[in-house]
């Protein structure tokens, strides 16, 4: 339930935020990293499978699975998810080994930014300016293109990804309380 300065699609303060449920050892549950891997699995798959590999790679890009890079903002577990989904998808990208690092490394940097946003219209933002400066820095080169058109690519088909298809999915999630606690 919101608090009288707290909307309702507004997140709850970070000390109600979910964590990666440990056990007395400081060792993740096992639940958690099932999650993890399900979540990195969801990820490759939709961006390597048809019809969804198509738009995945190159300069202009939508990336289907990123609707999921506003799930760190509910679940802080999920960067990690997201970080190996990354790792996995960029196997087949043209871009292969500056994917696979960078590429990874700007989803797993996003994902620390996106459990701190202040509130959920925010939260899909980390991974469009985070993508769209790290990205744009080896796929200009790479594909021979300027740089600022490539960063406008990338920035747009992230907007879409990030804004248009996976802000109203953070958005349901927070309408749905109990289908946060199974998740947690």
Same mark, same amino acid.
């Given at each position: 339930?919101?608090?009288?300065?707290?909307?309702?699609?507004?997140?709850?303060?970070?000390?109600?935020?979910?964590?990666?449920?440990?056990?007395?050892?400081?060792?993740?549950?096992?639940?958690?990293?099932?999650?993890?891997?399900?979540?990195?699995?969801?990820?490759? @798959?939709?961006?390597?499978?048809? &019809?969804? $590999? +198509?738009? %995945? #790679?190159? =300069? /202009?890009?939508?990336?289907?699975?990123?609707?999921?890079?506003?799930?760190?903002?509910?679940?802080?577990?999920?960067?990690?998810?997201?970080?190996?989904?990354?790792?996995?998808?960029?196997?087949?990208?043209?871009?292969?080994?500056?994917?696979?690092?960078?590429?990874?490394?700007?989803?797993?940097?996003?994902?620390?930014?996106?459990?701190?946003?202040?509130?959920?219209?925010?939260?899909?933002?980390?991974?469009?300016?985070?993508?769209?400066?790290? @990205?744009?820095?080896?796929?200009? &080169?790479? $594909? +021979?293109? %300027? #740089?600022? =058109? /490539?960063?406008?690519?990338?920035?747009?088909?992230?907007?879409?990804?990030?804004?248009?298809?996976?802000?109203?999915?953070?958005?349901?999630?927070?309408?749905?309380?109990?289908?946060?606690?199974?998740?947690?």
């Amino acid at each position: 339930m919101a608090g009288p300065n707290q909307s309702k699609e507004q997140a709850p303060d970070n000390q109600n935020r979910f964590r990666i449920e440990k056990r007395g050892n400081g060792r993740p549950v096992p639940g958690t990293l099932t999650r993890i891997a399900f979540l990195g699995g969801v990820y490759a @798959v939709l961006t390597v499978l048809p &019809p969804f $590999s +198509g738009f %995945g #790679y190159g =300069p /202009v890009q939508v990336r289907v699975a990123e609707i999921f890079t506003v799930l760190p903002f509910l679940f802080p577990w999920a960067k990690w998810g997201l970080y190996i989904g990354c790792i996995l998808a960029n196997l087949a990208s043209p871009f292969f080994i500056w994917d696979i690092t960078l590429g990874a490394v700007a989803s797993l940097i996003s994902g620390f930014i996106t459990e701190r946003m202040p509130n959920p219209y925010l939260a899909p933002l980390p991974p469009v300016i985070v993508n769209a400066f790290i @990205v744009s820095s080896y796929v200009a &080169p790479l $594909s +021979g293109l %300027g #740089y600022w =058109p /490539v960063f406008g690519y990338i920035f747009l088909g992230q907007a879409v990804s990030c804004y248009v298809l996976g802000l109203p999915v953070l958005l349901f999630l927070l309408r749905n309380r109990g289908l946060i606690d199974r998740l947690r």
